[in-house]
C-alpha cells in the first residue's frame, strides 16, 4: 500500500516494481527453495500476531540491482489488520560479525594446535591454557583454569616470576623471554623459557604467556658439557702430543705433551703452521 522514500533508496524497487506482496516476494527472494522459507515464516506468523505486537525476522533481500543485503525486518500488526514493515539494513554488522568470528576460529586452531604451551593469566589466576600446556605439566585443562599459576612453578622460582609478573603488569619495561622451572601433577620438575606480554582479556588486562618445553635442549647442553669435560681431561692428560689444526695446518689446540716435547709455549704454537713449527726442512 506504501513504501517510504528510503524504501525505494534501501532496495531500489518503487510501487510499480512490487505492487503486491506476491511480486515482492518473486523479486526480493529470486530462489524458489528460500523464497519458500521466508513466506512459511510469514504465514506461521500470521497465524499468531497479536495486534500491535512486533515480530522481528532476519532474511536476505536481493535488491533491483541484484545486490543482497541482510535485513532485519520488524513486523507489526495494525488494528486494521494490515502490516506495517520496518527494514534496517544490517549487512555489514553481520559480515563484520561472521569475520570476527573466522578470526577467534583461526585463532583457536593456531593455539590449540601450537606446540609451546599457551596461557592467559589475569590476577595470577590461570583464565585458559591450551592442550600443549595441559600435558608439559600433567595436568587436564579443567583441573588448572581457575587455580593460581604460580602454584604450578618451582618453589624456588616462585620469587623471581611473581616479581616479574607484577612488574609487567604495572607497565614497567620488565625482560620478556628468560627460562624458569614448573612443577608436574606428580612433583617432578621441567625446565621450560617462557614469553610473557600484556593483552586485553574480557576487557580487562592480562598476562599471555607461551612456554616451550626445554628440559630435552637442557639434557642435550648438560651432556655437552660433559662430554667436553670428558674430552679435554683426556686431551690434557694424555702422554702422547696431541694437536688440533685447521684444513691449511694452522695450529688451533695443543696439549701439555705437545708444548713440552717441542719447548713451545701456548701463545707461541698456537696459530704457527704446523709444519713450521716441528717439520725439519729436509722432511
Known amino acids: 500500500r506504501y513504501i517510504n522514500p528510503k524504501f525505494r533508496e534501501l532496495f531500489g524497487y518503487d510501487l510499480n516494481d512490487v505492487p503486491d506482496g506476491k511480486t515482492w516476494f518473486r523479486k526480493a527472494y529470486p530462489d524458489p527453495t528460500y523464497r519458500h522459507h521466508v513466506i512459511s515464516t510469514w504465514i506461521n506468523d500470521s497465524e499468531t500476531f497479536k495486534p500491535g505486537e512486533k515480530r522481528p525476522r532476519t532474511f536476505t533481500v536481493t535488491c533491483k540491482d541484484g545486490m543482497e543485503k541482510i535485513i532485519n525486518f520488524i513486523s507489526v500488526q495494525l488494528e486494521t489488520g494490515e502490516y506495517l514493515m520496518t527494514f534496517e539494513d544490517i549487512t555489514d554488522r553481520v559480515r563484520f560479525e561472521e569475520s570476527i568470528r573466522e578470526s577467534e576460529e583461526k585463532y583457536r586452531n593456531l593455539v590449540e594446535r601450537a606446540n609451546d604451551g599457551i596461557a592467559i593469566i589475569q590476577d595470577g589466576i590461570l583464565q585458559y591454557i591450551n592442550l600443549r600446556l595441559a600435558k608439559i605439566i600433567n595436568y587436564t585443562i579443567d583441573e588448572v583454569i581457575g587455580t593460581s599459576f604460580f602454584d604450578h612453578l618451582d618453589p624456588e622460582e616462585v620469587p623471581k616470576v611473581a616479581d616479574r609478573y607484577k612488574r609487567r603488569m604495572a607497565g614497567e619495561d620488565v625482560i620478556p623471554i628468560y627460562e624458569t622451572i614448573l612443577r608436574r601433577k606428580d612433583g617432578s ?24 618445553d626445554v628440559s630435552e635442549r637442557k639434557r642435550a647442553e648438560e651432556a655437552l658439557r660433559e662430554s667436553e669435560k670428558r674430552y679435554r681431561a683426556l686431551f690434557e692428560g694424555s702422554r702422547d702430543a696431541i694437536y688440533i689444526t685447521s684444513r691449511d695446518g694452522e695450529m688451533l689446540d695443543v696439549n701439555e705433551s705437545m708444548l713440552d716435547l717441542f719447548g713451545y ?19
Do not use: W
Not at 614469553?195 to 604467556?209: E, S, V
Not at 709455549?265 to 722432511?283: F, W
Open 265 to 283: 709455549s701456548r701463545e707461541e704454537m698456537i696459530g704457527l703452521n704446523a709444519q713450521e713449527a716441528y717439520a725439519h726442512p729436509e722432511d
Open 189 to 212: 620438575r621441567i625446565d621450560v623459557e617462557l614469553n610473557a606480554g600484556i593483552i586485553t582479556y574480557q576487557g580487562r588486562p592480562a598476562d599471555l604467556m607461551i612456554l616451550r
